[in-house]
Nanobody
Framework: VQLQASGGGLVQAGDSLRLSCAASGRTFSNYDMGWFRQAAGKEREFVAALALSGANTYYSNSVKGRFTISRDNAKNTVYLQMNNLKLEDTAVYYC?????????????????????WGQGTQVTVSS
């Protein structure tokens, strides 16, 4: 399995950005997907996850209402639409493919419930 994240960049606070993660190697629609991020000097943290066809979504409190996770199974791609970006959103963003399914946030926030990871894409938000 390969996950290729893209779409990062340098934006100003209040701007929007959409990240993409293209997957290959196994039937994409069968697997739940997540986004994590890691800011400099900090541990990687959960951002959002999407289960099933997209009917079930989960978000960290810090991004809820601003970020939207979605998927296009025909394109084997998961997206993270990020609106109203803040300085504290600056991080490397990683997409990941879950190894199972539990339909509860406590499952998707745990890194060890994902068995494949993308290489990360840098998002920098400036004032």
């Amino acid at each position: 399995v390969q996950l290729q994240a893209s779409g990062g960049g340098l934006v100003q606070a209040g701007d929007s950005l959409r990240l993409s993660c293209a997957a290959s190697g196994r039937t994409f629609s069968n697997y739940d997907m997540g986004w994590f991020r890691q800011a400099a000097g900090k541990e990687r943290e959960f951002v959002a996850a999407l289960a099933l066809s997209g009917a079930n979504t989960y978000y960290s409190n810090s991004v809820k209402g601003r970020f939207t996770i979605s998927r296009d199974n025909a394109k084997n791609t998961v997206y993270l639409q990020m609106n109203n970006l803040k300085l504290e959103d600056t991080a490397v963003y990683y997409c990941a493919q879950a190894r199972g399914r539990a339909l509860r946030q406590t499952y998707y926030v745990r890194e060890n419930n994902y068995d494949y990871w993308g290489q990360g894409t840098q998002v920098t938000v400036s004032s």
